[in-house]
């Protein structure tokens, strides 16, 4: 094998030892050896390859298909712009705690600062996004024992950190590869005899079991509010198990693995001032990092309440730089006061009600959407949640449900690379035994990652359905300040941006199945015809901002009676 091969060939054998079942490829010259070592991978059957024409398109994928999985995932590209375009993942990546591998070809070390083409400085080009980055060097012919120990330790050691096995704290990886020509193999690449690894076909290095973590916390007081925010599945449900049994509330983002056992419309609760003055906490536990309501910011900022925090990693988020302790989740045990719970369940049933009342009267609104898309997702299904306006949407409405998956990219909250997400997460949900997928994201969202619906000859078709309320702009801005009237003469221009698009039309070019539905109630049906589909129910944005502030009025009208 020439060393370019050779790199390739141990690289991807390295990773499949590790954990790899899915990666990546954007298409390029560069990064060759690399992506015939993947086919090759896939054709033996070793791992599941997935090809995308963009660079970010092929970044959200992988980071779709590791959250689902949990496994990292690589993405590969080839040298110069390329590299770029997965920065805004490996960001989400790097918040998130998910574990991606950006795999970026190079250009030797003699042609860069050259002026070559295609070349730019990537060795540390996404800085403290990621959690380990090596500029692996470049293959050399005559070092072929040593540079096979030093590339499989290498491939080990980042899929290990990726993975948070060693540091608690998984996240993103970046190994940059140079490589000389000649760039294609003369012949099959066989990781054996000098290119062997592990004889047992384990990975070059793993990590002990038992790592330290952080020590409980204490049980606390029974006057105890939960509040899980982005987090792990896992660490979501074991907070929700321990609330139930110590009779503690829980309010739970929809993506934190509790939201089934949270109040409906917690949010809302929490923003009945008079209501929580008299039923303040003298405790909040906050598993994972809370990324959605103002409200439950102003509980954590409020001076009389005690906040804790349970990381998911090794790094916390303290929102309003209150934390008074940091540690493991606590173990069961102290007191117990059942009616703590019940008054926030019977609030919460309360404001529900008057949700549902409002909501019947505005069938035209992506609050409604919200409401009735979660109701109408299979048991056993996937959820995916744009940011913006829809998380929220179901944050604030929907009734909590625990028989669904539910994912969002919250780490930075980004719109970007959406539909790619929901595509990679619904692969790697069916293919574990999961139900079909529902993505609901808004129509700038979709319109921003419109190569995610290109699905290549040969890529399998995700079972999804795309909903998108459409009220033709950014429709979160009217609900914010921007949507004020003194800001009414640029309001369209620099914030409603209208796109005035047929979305159906947009969906339907690039080949998949689309319909206008026209309204709520004919929601089951339209997902019951399965996937790839995308399904654009027409909005008000005006007549949604005006439904948030009548939201919070009857929440707390209902909290007074």
């Known amino acids: 094998m020439n060393p370019s091969t050779a790199l390739a060939t141990v690289l991807v054998d390295e990773m499949v030892r590790g954990g790899v079942t899915d990666a990546v490829v954007a298409p390029g010259s560069r990064s060759a050896p690399v992506a015939l070592a993947l086919a090759a991978a896939e054709r033996a059957g070793r791992l599941t390859l997935h090809v995308r024409i963009d660079e970010r398109t092929a970044a959200f994928l992988a980071l779709g298909l590791a959250r689902t999985t949990g496994r990292p995932v690589p993405v590969l590209t080839t040298s110069g712009t390329a590299t770029a375009h997965l920065h805004a993942a490996v960001l989400e990546a790097d918040a998130s705690g998910v574990p991606l591998v950006a795999l970026t070809a190079d250009r030797p070390p003699e042609l860069r600062a050259t002026g070559a083409n295609q070349t730019i400085d990537q060795p540390a ?121 110590q009779g503690w509330p829980v309010v739970a983002e929809p993506s934190g693995g509790a939201w ?25 536990l906050v598993v994972g ?74 069938a035209g609104t992506a609050a409604r959407l919200a409401r009735d898309v979660v109701a109408a997702t299979p048991a056993g299904g996937l959820l995916v949640l744009g940011s913006s306006t829809p998380v929220r949407d179901v944050d604030r409405l929907a009734v909590p449900r625990g028989d669904l998956a539910v994912l969002a990219n919250r780490g930075v909250a980004g719109i970007d ?38 699905l290549g000859e040969g890529e399998p078709a995700p079972d999804l359905a795309v909903v998108v309320p459409d009220n033709d702009g950014g429709g979160i801005f009217a609900q914010l300040e921007p949507g004020r009237p003194r800001y009414a003469a640029d309001y369209d221009r620099v914030f409603g941006t209208p796109h ?62």
């Not at 970046?174 to 592990?198: I, M, N, S, T």
């Not at 070059?204 to 029974?222: C, E, Y």
């Not at 109040?263 to 909040?284: I, S």
């Open 125 to 245: 080009l996404y800085g403290g996004a990621v959690r380990f980055a090596a500029d692996v060097g470049v293959p050399e012919a005559g070092r072929e024992e040593q540079q096979n120990r030093y590339w499989r330790a290498l491939v080990a050691r980042a899929l290990l950190i990726a993975r948070g096995l060693v540091s608690g704290d998984p996240g993103p990886v970046h190994l940059d590869l140079p490589f000389r020509e000649p760039l294609l193999p003369e012949g099959p690449a066989v990781a054996e005899g000098v290119w062997a690894g592990r004889a047992d076909g384990s990975p070059w290095t793993t990590a002990g079991a038992g790592m330290p973590g952080p020590a409980p916390l204490p049980a606390g007081p029974a006057r105890t509010v939960v509040v899980v925010g982005d987090a792990p599945a896992a660490l979501g449900r074991a907070a929700a198990d321990l609330a139930g049994r």
């Open 260 to 284: 089934g056992a949270g109040l409906r419309g917690g949010a809302l609760l929490l923003g009945a001032a008079d209501w929580l003055a008299a039923h303040r906490p003298e405790r909040v």
């Open 289 to 362: 990092r809370p990324t959605l309501s103002r409200p439950v910011n102003a509980l954590l900022a409020d001076p009389a309440v005690r906040v804790e925090v349970v990381p998911a990693g090794s790094r916390w988020a303290d929102a309003g730089r209150s934390a008074s302790a940091v540690g493991g989740l606590p173990v069961a045990g102290g007191p117990v006061d059942p009616g703590w719970a019940a008054d926030w369940t019977a609030a919460a049933d309360r404001i529900g009600a008057a949700v549902d009342t409002l909501l019947a009267q505005t």
């Open 417 to 454: 690379g959406t539909i790619s997400t929901a595509v990679g997460a619904a692969l790697a949900h069916r293919r574990a035994g999961g139900g079909p997928a529902v993505a609901l994201m808004g129509d700038l969202t979709f319109l921003h990652d419109l190569t995610g619906l290109l």
């Open 500 to 561: 005035g698009r047929d979305l159906v039309a947009v969906a339907r070019s690039l080949g998949w199945s689309a319909d206008a539905v026209p309204d709520a109630t004919q929601l089951p049906a339209a997902l019951s015809a399965g996937g790839p589909r995308v399904l654009v129910v027409r909005t008000d944005q005006r007549a949604e901002a005006d439904l948030a502030g009548r939201l919070r009025a009857a929440a707390a009208g209902a909290l007074r009676r």
